[in-house]
């Protein structure tokens, strides 16, 4: 019988599939539906578009969804590149990522068509700056809409925008909509999340500090109950490329730290201030035995175990690893708390969700093809 961190063959039959849009494809964000079935986007195709596509529950590509379970959607410009998806609760898809510089954004429906609610046409784009990127999007209760990112080129800001439902720009939230979050370098938000009173958390790293967590009030102002200014730098630098809120309003942040080869689990407490039940001193390591061990993204189990997606250099696979809530690793899944998922060529998982059934989806790009690759391990 397969146990936790084992592919679960009931998924394409072997536990893996790719998707192939034509071009140079890479998943970097996966969502499930409360039916199961699973939401793929990223970017791709022969002109470098918007890419999504869903699968069922059985790793069959959907074909109510687009066409035949595939839909590219092309906003015109140079380098497209989705970088973070959402899902409402009625059924409509939100992408987020960039175009020609500048942030973009599209809403589909639950087909896979684009829904002309959302600023005309399904799409809209705005600027940070010179250079403008979302990395992460967020649907509020309020169903208004909510980006984190980044400007750049030089001395650019962590950024956050709030769209109204129908795709405008909300000027209630910081200033015209915008608020930016300036940590005294080349800042770069990776990743976002939201606790429960609407205070809003962005992870990502800066040339300044190494690895940084920001937190605002709904009002798109800094929170200075988050470490006296709203801002928290991490032990060790390099970057901070996920974060999740536990129901005890505790902060998971996952990443790399500066010169490690290891994956970083690092647990904040509400204030800000690190965690140390969480593996002695708030921040655990994760050793896959490579060069380069990098941790993408992470959720949480319903039982507190944290799962975290990433790549491993050592065989260029998929990595997984589980832990459990006091960090530790989960010996009941996988080999010590880990588990790799190889496809034949190198491939890198960027994004990990949770199914109803507790089985763990990760999606990334297999290289090679270049198409989206997905699996299921069983949880």
Known sequence: MAAPGDLDTSFDGDGKRAIDFGGTDAARAVLVQPNGRIVVAGDGGPASSFCVARLRTNGAL??????????VIDFGGANESTQGAALQPDG???????????????????NGSLDTTFSGDGKMTFSWGALSRASAVLVLPNGKILLGGFSGPEGGNIQVARLNANGALDTTFGTGGKAPVD?????FGLAMARQANGRILVAGRSSAAGAVVARLRASGALDPDFDGDGR???????????????????????????????????????????????????????????????????????????????????DEEVAVARLNSNGSPDSTFGAAGKATVDFGVATFGNAVALQPNGRIVVAGQRTGGDDFAVARLVG
């Open 62 to 71: 959907d074909a109510t969804f687009g066409s035949a379970g595939k839909r």
């Open 92 to 110: 409509k898809i939100v992408l987020a990522g960039a175009s020609d510089l500048r942030v973009a954004v599209a809403r589909v429906n639950p």
């Open 183 to 187: 940590l005294g370098g080349d800042d």
């Open 232 to 314: 928290v730098t991490l032990p060790g630098g390099g970057s901070a490329n996920a974060v999740l809120v536990q129901p005890d309003r505790r902060i998971v942040v996952v990443g790399n730290a500066s010169g490690s080869a290891m994956m970083t689990v690092t647990r904040l407490n509400r204030n800000g201030s690190l965690d140390t039940t969480f593996d002695g001193d708030g921040t655990a390591t994760i050793d896959f035995g490579s060069l380069a061990d990098l941790a993408h993204d992470v959720v949480l189990q319903p039982d507190g175990k944290i799962v975290v997606g990433g790549y491993t250099q050592a």
